[in-house]
C-alpha cells in the first residue's frame, strides 16, 4: 500500500476553510477576524492571492491566546494575586 502522508507543503499550510477547521471555528468567523485584522496571521500566495496560513503560526497564536486568559494562566489570575494594602490617610 501506497504512502498515504500528506505532503510537507500541505501539512504546514492551511488555506481558509484548513484553517478553521484546524482551529475549529468557522469560516465566516477567520475572514471577520481577518478584516479587522484580529487573527492568526495570514498571507496571499500565488496568482490568484488565496489567503494560507502557516500551521506554526495557528499554533503560536492559539498559544498567546490561552496565555492571555485568566482562566488558562494563573499568574493572570486577580485571585492568586496577593491582596493590596490601602494607603492609611492622615488626619490634617
Known sequence: ?????????????????GAA???GISVNTLYVWR???QG???FRMGPGGRVM???????????????ADSRSNPALNPLNAAPQQRERRRAA
Open 1 to 17: 500500500m501506497p504512502n498515504q502522508s500528506k505532503p510537507a507543503v500541505e501539512a504546514a499550510f492551511l488555506n481558509v476553510q
Open 21 to 23: 477547521k484546524y482551529m
Open 40 to 42: 492568526p496571521p495570514s
Open 53 to 67: 496560513y502557516r500551521r506554526d503560526l495557528l499554533d503560536a497564536w492559539l498559544n498567546d491566546q490561552q496565555q
Open 35 to 37: 478584516h479587522r485584522r
